[in-house]
């Protein structure tokens, strides 16, 4: 791992933090996971932008400015040498962390087969922001790993409409058409590209039984793109096998990114 601090790359096992702070004691603090593909950061501006959008939610006031942390990203990531690269922006009021590895790619067979999803009542406190501490959404996806499923699926404990996934955005398709939430939710970055690359997205709430009977559900997150689901909660979705829209829009997502 590479590790910058204030703009200053140190080693890893000199990275360290004062413990008397915000960020340490309370999780003042917000977050970007950003990635590369064929060693390009995939729509880096958008991610700085969201990482001041939460530190504006939470109403944290940072010295660090847009064009400082971008000229900062850029310094780590000239330093690397892994094929692909997972990037973590930490901004705190004072501090600028940065943290690049080793990019881990998801599975061929996530792709291929699909995953599967648990649900778990309830949903984060504030959807627009990153926060730093969010010990929710850790273990709702904890649960749904326990459970053998890929990812937890957020649902409101009083009237089971589905919100998102602890970390990852939500689609479902119903006659070939695409469908998505956008109340109390962090708009992802991959997200938004595919609303941009469907022809149409309807928004709209809808309730956990009422997706089950979907014909295709698909989520996204930064890392991994595009997945299908083919299971939440035990029952099957789509015959329990990728559908045809997801294919499309996974084909469609593929050509930006990687270029083929």
Known sequence: MIVSIDG?????????????TEAFLFGFAVFETIRTYNKKVFRLDDHIA???????VIGLKTKWTFKKTYEAI??????SKFKEEKVRVILTKKHLIIMVEKLQEKPESFYK????????LGKRNMPRAKVLADVFTYLAKHHALSCGAYEALLVDSKKF????????????????????????ILFGIT???VVELAEECKFEGIKLKTLLNADEVFITQTT???????????????GGRPGPYTKKMMKKFTKIVWGK
């Open 74 to 79: 850029a310094k780590v990531l000239g330093k």
């Open 8 to 20: 200053k790359i140190v080693d890893e096992k000199n990275a360290v933090m004062p413990v008397a």
């Open 50 to 56: 969201r990482l001041y959008v939460s530190a504006d």
């Open 191 to 193: 997200r938004d590209t």
């Open 113 to 120: 087969k699909g995953v599967k999803l648990v649900s778990f």
């Open 224 to 238: 991994s793109g595009l997945l299908p689901v083919v299971e939440i909660d035990g029952h099957k979705i789509g």
């Open 161 to 184: 409409y589905i919100r998102e996934c602890a970390y990852a955005n939500i689609f479902w398709v119903n006659d070939g058409k695409l469908h998505a939430t956008n109340k109390n």
